[in-house]
């Protein structure tokens, strides 16, 4: 069952009762490791570590027993596993460790693995964090199954609310108040894969939300009447379709279409499954012209439509013939293209071989943005899976805003904004930080404040909250 990603409410107190006891807290030292810091990160706890002074990966993530959760090793009380490439002789052997002096630790505390789940990994429950004002959307995952394996998922590491039936969505619903929500935001895993999907929909058309979003691959609404389900909410509904390339090789190599194991993203994740190879061939997949189906019967029909087209090596130097192919099928009818840099979590850091930096994706982009400028049709970059505004400086109409990072702040805690590289930047309220993962990869010599230009200034109201509502939901067997 999967956490919510702020599941360790006691961090502080898991800290001190477990972690420095078991001497294994920020700073200690194993021998020639030295642990640099832990954080949260969805269901585990996430150590990084160096040695002999030098950062090192994978990292170290640990969680109470689960059985069904994927784990390089377990002891009675916990799971042990890595994240990230670089497993070796020293990393098997800090595991080990690791494991030792936790199990030795809560041993002699008297620490049982139900303990330890229920005083510092206990899912909150929806009352008490529950919150909804206006102008705040709901990002809810109806499924952590998915039938493509894409390289650069990163849904294992993003939001958990799990919503699995229909009387689920009800409960949560019934609870906010009339008129509170502005957007409610279907994803999983791949969402259509659940048949209450359409009625779940229905639900948050019925509780009023002004804008209602199915994030998807498209495929199954490529099957007969499959799409039509969906008509009576066409008004505020819109499809956003992944689609990543026009080529059939491409677009199968990208989204794994080939290499699809059958278990939920989660332990993919967990168990660091291997990537496609790109050197292998592979027969037509026959899901690339399914989606350009499906995406072709939407724009008919009249939905809302946006294709998302998210960026690595594979298909970078496409990204201006793919906003043309966009435009040449669909012209004015595609509400908008928007190219996402590849965020460096997930698939994305086991395929991290295909990482790109800012500085190279920056031409093709640019490139396709001109394109959106001479044919009229709204090409963008999310302002989340995005270059730094700072890096393309004369092309801030294309980022879609939603929400206010003022004052320093970022999107998630995994990002930064130095004070030595950001201090004083004009883009600071637009900008969601950068990742520090990407800071370790690529330096920071492409980072820098902007002063020489107005502060910019929003009326932020016009945009929907940059915090997504926060809410964890009992996942049940139910799929009514």
């Known amino acids: 069952m999967p956490l919510h990603p702020d599941a360790l409410p006691q961090w502080d107190a898991f800290v001190s009762e477990v972690l420095t006891k078991a001497e294994i807290a920020e700073g200690d030292q194993l021998g020639r490791v030295t642990v640099t810091s832990w954080k949260r990160t969805g269901d585990h706890a996430h150590m990084a570590w160096s040695y002999d002074g ?82 705040r959307k709901l990002y809810l995952r109806v499924t952590d199954y998915c039938d493509e ?75 007969p009447g499959v799409l039509e389900r969906y008509l009576p909410y066409r008004d505020r509904l819109g499809i956003g379709f992944s689609l990543h390339a026009f080529e059939t090789k491409a677009s199968d190599l990208l989204t794994a279409a080939h290499d699809v194991p059958k278990i939920p993203l989660a332990q993919r994740y967990a168990d660091g499954l291997a990537l496609p190879d790109p050197e292998r061939e592979r027969p037509d997949s026959g899901r690339l012209s399914k989606k350009l189906q499906a995406i072709d019967a939407a724009v008919a029909m009249g939905f809302k439509v946006k294709i998302t087209c998210v960026v690595m090596r594979p298909n970078l130097e496409s990204v201006p013939d793919f906003a043309r192919h966009c435009w040449e099928r669909w012209g004015s009818r595609l509400d908008r293209l928007q190219f996402s840099y590849a965020m460096p979590r997930g698939n994305a850091m086991l395929n991290n071989q295909w990482a790109v930096s800012f500085s190279e994706c920056k031409p093709y982009f640019l490139e396709a943005f001109e394109i959106g400028r001479e044919t009229g049709m709204r090409v963008e970059t999310s302002q989340s899976a995005a270059i730094a505004p700072c890096v ?9 805003i939603y929400g206010d990072f003022g004052e320093g702040r970022v999107a998630d805690p995994e990002r930064v904004k130095p004070d030595h590289l950001c201090k004083d930047c004009a883009f600071d309220q637009i900008c969601a930080g950068v990742w520090q993962r990407y800071l370790d990869v690529f330096g920071e010599q492409e980072i820098q404040a902007i002063t020489d230009r107005p502060t910019i200034q929003m009326d932020i109201d016009d945009y929907y909250g940059g915090e997504v509502l926060d809410l964890v939901a009992n996942v049940s067997a139910e799929s009514d």
């Open 392 to 400: 393309i400086p004369e092309y801030l109409e294309h980022f879609d």
């Open 54 to 135: 030098q950062p090192r990966a994978p990292a170290v993530l640990i969680r109470p027993r689960d059985d069904q959760d994927g784990a390089f090793l377990r002891t009675p009380r916990w799971n042990i596993s890595y994240l990230g490439p670089g497993f070796d002789r020293i990393t098997e052997a800090l595991l080990r460790e690791v494991a030792h002096r936790l199990e030795l630790t809560c041993s002699l505390l008297d620490y049982s693995q139900e303990l330890l789940l229920d005083k510092f990994f206990k899912r909150p429950d929806v009352s008490q964090l529950l919150e909804v004002t206006s102008g």
């Open 149 to 223: 394996n894409c390289v650069f998922c990163n849904a294992t590491e993003g939001n958990t609310n799990v919503i699995s039936s229909k009387s689920q969505l009800r409960r949560i619903l019934d609870q906010l108040p009339a008129g509170g929500l502005k957007q409610v935001i279907f994803s999983g895993g791949e969402p259509t894969l659940i048949r209450a999907l359409p009625q779940m929909v229905g639900l948050a058309y019925e509780r009023g939300a002004e804008d209602i979003i199915v994030q998807t691959n498209g495929v199954i609404l490529a099957k």
